[in-house]
């Protein structure tokens, strides 16, 4: 089967909307926010563990698992879900925004991308025909059609050859792709200037693409721009779609994009901050680092109701972080994953209850200040 | 209450012995191996999880907790087992061990060890005095008397001088020791000269512990000497407590303790090989990054009923340990630490129905190879 998007209700004064998405992998209810699994494992996590934090959908990195441990590694291990272990819904990207952005560029041209691995120098050439071979090799749900992704700030001239290079290169996706299992998505570019995001959108759609992601956000402008970005994007989008803001997770930012229309969310933030000891709460994000958490045998957050939030307290979590611990990581990344899972069940409590913009505010003046 | 020790049943050709030790936090079935938690956490493992390998004991280091966070703090967290949310019974050791093999020795006397810490360079002093009150402060099931250990090969005068300080400070810890919930345990000290050992042993029973330990093995003499020192130790310690071999934890090790009528047994090995990428199977050890892995898609140990073995392949972990992915040493440590409890269950049943010496050949030509 082939995805499917429904509709359960759209929210009366934003763009946002309640959603469930079937995939081969199970039903998912959206707005979501996907954790990402670079390479092939949700860092610090065991799939058991996700399972718990009720996490049904996971993103993984083409561009790392091409380069290690290979795809065809994977294939021949009976598919990506098979590999790692994990039975709910995984989205591949196409491996472009980490070409651009973690592998040595040598050459970009309409054909495609010359690049050098960052792990070992190798040389790799990955066009929209090999995107495609990858991610079905790798079987996963959804895969990303191969796009190219401009840094912040760029250059118009620069941003237009990328965005209808873009276009060009999601024609070839769609006609490379040819799995029965597994639905492509489009990706919209075109940077922060608003006609050739339109145009681009309307091209794309053109295409028919079974959703549509917003890329090229998140990279480096001011979050103001971002979200006037999706304001003129958005509308571009089918509403029966659904629609993929690539890379945004800050908890800030996943609410403006649900009330301007957006459905999944992806970004190692929570996972990163977690191993690093940057954790969010129901007042705010917290530096359990910090000499005042010393002697505070309080919990994270008294009001989550996380495993870690449940048997633990601020000292023995910073203690854990100075002495390097794992299980530091192990615990932020729990609680950090539960607090993105719960925000996403509020959001769609909220929706469902039509007090979306309620929601946001509270809780923009509650955590996000 | 203190720890009570009942005898369930003794091998009929061996000195080894099935029993149950009742501790402040819970009953332990012996012959038990204690995974170690040197600061305040298994390495990798939730104390959920560890609770679902069967484990019911660990062993946790006052060196490492007194230098950090600090016994004090721990204290003030309401003790160890509340501070790390660990509801099994806890055994410290008393820091000696780690004071003479880590820290920078300055000078050792009649009175105490003045040490560097190996984390700033910091100067401390602990003698029996300081052992007791900051294991009374972690509120450990099972404390240790402080010892001097002395490294293999050392002269016999050196050793006799460190024996003799052991008895004395054994004295002095009994003295300074005073607490309802912990029970004291002494160590025998004697390298490996038999007269040290009898005679060290003797006057420590004499003390009248509640459990007696074996200390200064498996410091680098041979195993057979190791054994050997067994053999006319353990005979001087009374029948009815419990006899704890100190450091010793490799499978081959922990059968032959156990014949000679050891119950309990502590080491970082299968932790620490766990995070290697260095396995136990039941058809002996696996490196698991060896090249050979790369396309093997079995399990790590088709006998072995653990999470790990149960929903990953070689290849996956391999992929993991060469990614350097947390979720590598996670899988590794849940596999060494289910095959040790799962050795220690046959050895338990393999004493209940008369047939350990059969099981330890079996063991021993099987896995141990």
């Known amino acids: 089967m082939s995805i499917k998007f429904e509709i359960i209700k759209e929210c009366k004064n934003t763009n946002a909307r309640l959603g469930k998405l079937f995939t081969p992998h199970g039903a998912i209810e959206t707005p979501v926010f996907m954790p990402v699994g670079t390479q092939a494992t949700v860092k610090a996590m065991t799939p058991q563990e996700l399972e718990r934090l009720g ?64 792990i070992d120098g190798s040389r790799h050439f990955i066009n929209p025909e090999k995107a495609m071979e990858i991610q079905m090799a790798l079987g996963s749900d959804i895969a990303m059609a191969f796009d190219e992704c401009t840094p912040y700030p760029s250059g ?36 922060t200037f608003k ?15 079974p959703g549509y992601a917003i890329g090229g956000l998140s990279v480096g402008e001011p979050k103001s721009l971002m979200y006037e970005v999706l304001d003129y994007t958005v509308p571009c989008l089918p509403i029966s779609k659904p629609r993929y803001l690539m890379g945004v997770g800050a ?49 994270l957050d008294d009001k989550c109701q996380c495993y870690t939030c449940q048997n633990f307290t601020k000292a023995y979590l910073r203690h854990l972080y100075t002495s390097k611990e794992m299980l530091g990581s192990i615990l932020g ?32 003046t509650n955590f996000l200040s």
């Open 333 to 364: 990344t729990i609680h950090n994953l539960y607090f993105m899972s719960n925000l996403m069940k509020n959001i769609r409590l909220a929706l469902l209850e039509d007090r979306l913009l309620e929601f946001k505010e509270e809780s923009l």
């Open 251 to 299: 908890p800030q930012s996943i609410l403006e994009g649900v009330v301007r229309g957006i459905d999944m969310f992806d970004c190692v933030l929570p996972t990163r901050n977690g191993r690093n000891g940057s954790l969010f709460t129901s007042s705010g994000k917290l530096t359990i680092t910090n000499a005042k958490y010393k002697n505070d045998f309080t919990p």
């Open 195 to 209: 006609d050739l995001r339109i145009e681009n959108a309307n091209k794309l759609v053109e295409l028919d693409f």
């Open 55 to 118: 996490i049904k959908i996971i993103l993984s990195n083409s561009y790392h698992l091409y380069l290690r441990p290979g795809y065809n590694l994977i294939a021949q291990a009976g598919g990506l879900h098979k590999f790692m272990g994990w039975r709910g819904t995984i989205l591949t990207d196409s491996g472009g925004f980490q070409i651009f952005s973690l592998g040595e560029l040598n050459k970009v041209d309409d054909d495609g991308v010359f690049f050098n691995s960052h």
């Open 156 to 191: 118009k001239y620069q941003v237009e050859i990328a965005a209808r290079r873009t276009i060009q290169w999601a024609k070839r996706c769609k006609e490379a792709h040819h799995s029965t299992n597994q639905s492509l998505f489009g990706i919209v570019q075109g940077g």
